[in-house]
Nanobody, 124 residues
Framework: QVQLVESGGGLVQAGGSLRLSCVAS????????MAWFRQAPGKEREFVAA????????VYADSIKGRFTGSRDNAKNTVYLQMNSLKPEDTAVYYC?????????????????WGQGTQVTVSS
């Protein structure tokens, strides 16, 4: 069992930056592929990024490619999402998610573990 807790959200002006963190409790964090999703009001939950267990490889949604960077520190049981050049359309609740296994998926249903979410608001 893995518990995930996100932090780092907040209010930022367009063009600004934020770094989200997600700390995992429980054993064997390095066995879990991790991902970030987001959900804006009235919209479906949307894939943002996924990171392999080692952190060597990351895949991104086209909408954030080149602006967001995912990473992880297995020694700290933490996954990060560095968000630069933020736009008002990035406003959403951001969730980290984990799954036990090597494969990366963009489907929320493939992830067994979820954090409570952290709000990111980008003003124009």
């Amino acid at each position: 069992q893995v518990q995930l807790v996100e932090s780092g959200g907040g209010l930022v002006q367009a063009g600004g930056s934020l770094r989200l963190s997600c700390v995992a409790s429980g054993r064997l964090f390095s066995a879990y592929s991790m991902a970030w999703f987001r959900q804006a009001p009235g919209k479906e939950r949307e894939f943002v990024a996924a990171i392999t267990r080692s952190g060597v490889s990351t895949v991104y949604a086209d909408s954030i490619k080149g602006r967001f960077t995912g990473s992880r520190d297995n020694a700290k049981n933490t996954v990060y999402l560095q968000m630069n050049s933020l736009k008002p359309e990035d406003t959403a609740v951001y969730y980290c998610a984990g799954r036990n296994g090597a494969a990366l998926y963009a489907l929320a249903s493939e992830y067994s573990y979820w954090g409570q979410g952290t709000q990111v608001t980008v003003s124009s």
